[in-house]
């Protein structure tokens, strides 16, 4: 094994704390400073809270860094300072120019939610569950100055199970980016770490989400809004309105049963849920909902106390 890599690591949150956590526990390099972006407000007293990857360096005293943009020149020069052998970037949130790219010996690489080029940019996760895709995974890649298009330099895959939200699934790659990422590492310093360029034909945007996008739409089929309730939980949580209230919708199935209603009309409201119809003759049926003010229930608990809100023949989303 050769000396160890002396590493500057970039993330912000919890996905890029599980990262820098296990280099941190693996012990085999030695990561002489952390980037991360600057504490934001949060909360209702909108006070200002360190990212996940700052209270992780701070608890082992490593030197924390966190410039708004790393396109100006002292911030240039100051990365330049560390020496670094490699830069380990994973969900930073700001841009590395040329300049920054070329300053560590063996490059930058980055932790990428996506097995490339499926989904390049900001929403990987998401845009994988929306779009019934029943495999993801995590790529190792050296970074470039395009978005995501860099050379692949290592693959692990996950399933996407019919239940995964993007909350789970976030949670089972953030610590599958760990474990690609130590394993690259190691075949760095081999000298045998791939690298295999992207066939861009292949390659998807990724965009960020948006609260809006997260509106139900009852006219696309059921198996179709199934999989935006679980792609948008935790967040932005799809929602639509009944009566002028908005409704979170946090958990819900598509059961195979047909319905000649119109989209958006509650059919039934029982202990199985609250089945909604949809596009094509499809039901959506919700079972976990909140509704304004509230806390998020089951339909069986919300029929006990709001039956006359959810009956059958309502619409939703009018």
């Known amino acids: 094994m050769d000396s160890p890599l002396r590493i500057v690591f970039a993330g912000t949150p919890e996905f890029a704390a599980e990262s820098l956590r296990a280099l941190l526990q693996q012990g085999e390099h030695e990561v002489i400073a952390v980037y991360t972006q600057p504490d934001r407000p949060a909360g209702r007293g909108r006070e200002l809270k360190a990212s996940p990857v700052k209270a992780l360096a701070l608890g082992r005293k490593i030197p924390v860094l966190q410039p708004p943009s790393l396109k100006d020149a002292f911030a240039v020069a100051e990365l330049a300072e560390l020496k670094s052998d490699l830069m380990v970037v994973a969900a930073y949130g700001l841009l590395l120019p040329r300049a920054v790219l070329d300053i ?42 395009g978005l995501d298009t860099g050379p692949m330099r290592y693959r692990m895959k996950c ?34 770490l791939a690298s295999e360029r992207q066939n861009d034909a292949e390659a998807n945007y990724a965009t960020k989400l948006n609260k809006e996008e997260a509106r139900l739409d009852w006219t696309r089929p059921a ?5 935006a309730v679980r792609a ?56 976990t909902l909140q509704l304004p003010g509230g806390k998020p229930l089951s339909i069986l608990q919300l029929l006990n106390a709001r039956r006359d809100q959810l009956a059958p023949g309502q619409i939703i989303g009018s």
């Open 104 to 145: 560590p010996r063996l490059g930058c690489i980055n932790v990428h939610a996506s097995l490339l080029p499926r989904w390049r940019g900001a929403a990987p996760i998401q845009r994988a569950i929306l779009a019934g895709d029943r495999e993801t995974g995590i790529t190792i890649m050296q970074m470039e100055e």
């Open 223 to 227: 198996a179709e809004l199934d999989r």
């Open 232 to 287: 948008y939980n935790p967040v932005p949580m799809a929602f639509s309105t009944l009566a002028g209230q908005t409704l979170r919708i946090w958990e819900a199935s598509a059961p195979a049963i047909t319905t000649t209603a119109p989209p958006g009309m509650i059919i039934s409201a029982d202990r199985d849920g609250l089945a909604v119809a949809c596009g094509g003759g499809s039901v959506l049926r919700i079972e």
């Open 159 to 192: 399933p996407i199970s019919a239940n995964d939200t993007a909350g789970s699934l976030h949670d089972r790659l953030a610590l599958l980016g760990g474990e690609a990422l130590l394993a690259a590492l190691e075949l760095l310093q081999e000298g045998t």
